[in-house]
């Protein structure tokens, strides 16, 4: 059983709704799941993070990058980096903000230069985009995250009105493909 960490920072509640689809979408497909806000991150938590296989990460997008919360968290995670704790762990991210584009693909940018490293090994969403003349706002996909998921939660909404159902059901996919890709690495480092 592939053991997921998720490292996450809310500012509203809307990026921690996120966070539990994806958390929902990885215990869905067999996986050991650790949802770990980062704004009280504890020892407990960081071993955590060192004993798993896979850490997703997940920040809001502030002017164009992840929230200072989250950034503070990324500057402590200095400590296992130097002692190459997270190295070969399969890592992931994602990201909600207010607007359709919002800068997200820098978030994930981050995310993905944070594991970059790290040493870690990266996974997108795997996901193609609902980009048809057909499409609705609710399916999966529709904001076309493929480095990572994607979620958009109106600046006047609250977590209960946002991130809306094909956004978290986008985040569940992603979620699905982080585990089955850990669990084909841990295989092959078994082999």
Do not use: C
Request: zero cysteines; hydrophobic letters at 45%.
């Amino acid at each position: 059983m592939a053991k997921i960490a998720i490292a996450y920072h809310s500012g509203y509640g809307h990026t921690k709704k996120q966070a539990e689809a994806v958390a929902a979408g990885a215990q869905a497909a067999g996986a050991e799941v650790s949802l770990i806000s980062v704004a009280d991150i504890s020892d407990a938590d960081w071993a955590t993070l060192e004993a798993a296989d896979a850490i997703i990460f997940g920040a809001p997008t502030y002017m164009g990058s992840v929230s200072g919360v989250f950034k503070v968290f990324a500057d402590a995670s200095s400590k296992p980096w130097f002692q190459q704790k997270w190295k070969n762990k399969i890592a992931a991210g994602f990201t909600n903000s207010a607007s359709m584009n919002g800068d997200k693909y820098a978030t994930v940018q981050y995310l993905w230069t944070l594991a970059m490293q790290h040493g870690m090994i990266w996974v997108g969403t795997g996901l193609l985009p609902a980009n048809s003349k057909a499409a609705t706002r609710n399916d999966i996909n529709y904001l076309a995250g493929f480095g990572g998921a994607f979620a958009q939660s109106p600046s006047d909404a609250s977590p209960d009105e946002g991130p809306l159902a094909g956004d978290l059901e986008t985040a569940k996919l992603f979620a699905a493909r982080v585990v089955e890709v850990t669990e084909q690495f841990i295989k092959g480092r078994t082999a």
